[in-house]
């Protein structure tokens, strides 16, 4: 089916925005977009999905998109709002994906919505930043300022990340090229075309960089639950050759997981849903009840 792009209103009167693409009358899953992005980054999966018999879910966190900032959120605020989303589409008994900063909201949806979250998935996900190198090891220059200078001064620059808004397609694509440098990652973006490899750039900064910024400020706070008590089935694809978000973190999250699979993709990097959709997605259904 075509993309359609809806909303609710959450109790404390903000609008919460998702999208729905794939089988409309196949079964659900809530997808988790990543950071810098919005629910446009999994726009190129709706034909696959269709063939699958899959609906995906993909809101936009606050801030992100057409959904209203909550400032100072965490990602137990988050949770909050996608059981106020799961409650308004009547929706329980469906696993949740989350996608790179996804990953962590994805992992408070496996905790705190256990009652209607079957199996939690993550791809190329960032972990809990205690670690030695936690930072230190993102491949991507901007996640690491985000992620480690002064919360004041982030905020006192973020309207320089508006500056994005004027790029023009090419130039927006050139520059997600340079970040992912070189290997699967570089080939999977340099065949999409310009609409696929930058609208999900411009919905994440529509109403300015704030959302953004609250994204990564979420994962540096309490997260409101302990990883290690998650007793959701895990499951964690992770590119041998992602760039981004190191297998050496992914190993460091998984063992503190309880009850988890994680799954080395081998040639494939950050963006490895483009090219293994169909066994994520299979995996995430397996043995369902």
Known sequence: MPRIDSAIKLKDGRTLSYAMLGDPNGRELLYLHGGMSSRLDINFADELLQDLNVKFIAPDRPGIGDSDRQIGRTLSDWAADARELLLALNLKNLPVLGWSLGGPYALACGSLLSDRITRVGTIGGVGPLDHKGAVEDLGLLEDRILLSWPESLLHLLSPAGIFFKF??????????????????????????????????????????????????????????????????????????????????????????????????????????LHRHLREVVKALFSNEN
Not at 181 to 207: R, V
């Open 167 to 272: 790029y023009s397609p090419s130039k927006m694509k050139s520059e997600l090229l340079r970040a992912v440098k070189e290997g699967p990652d570089y080939e999977i973006i340099d065949a999409l075309s310009l609409e696929d490899a930058t609208a999900f750039a411009y919905e994440a900064i529509k109403q300015g960089f704030e959302g953004t910024l609250d994204d990564y400020l979420a994962l540096r706070k309490p997260w409101g639950f302990e990883v290690g008590s998650i007793q959701t089935e895990v499951k964690m694809w992770q590119g041998t050759e992602d760039h981004l978000c190191p297998v050496s973190s992914a190993k460091i999250l998984a063992a503190r997981l309880p009850n988890v699979e994680l799954i080395l993709v081998e040639n494939s990097g950050h963006f490895l």
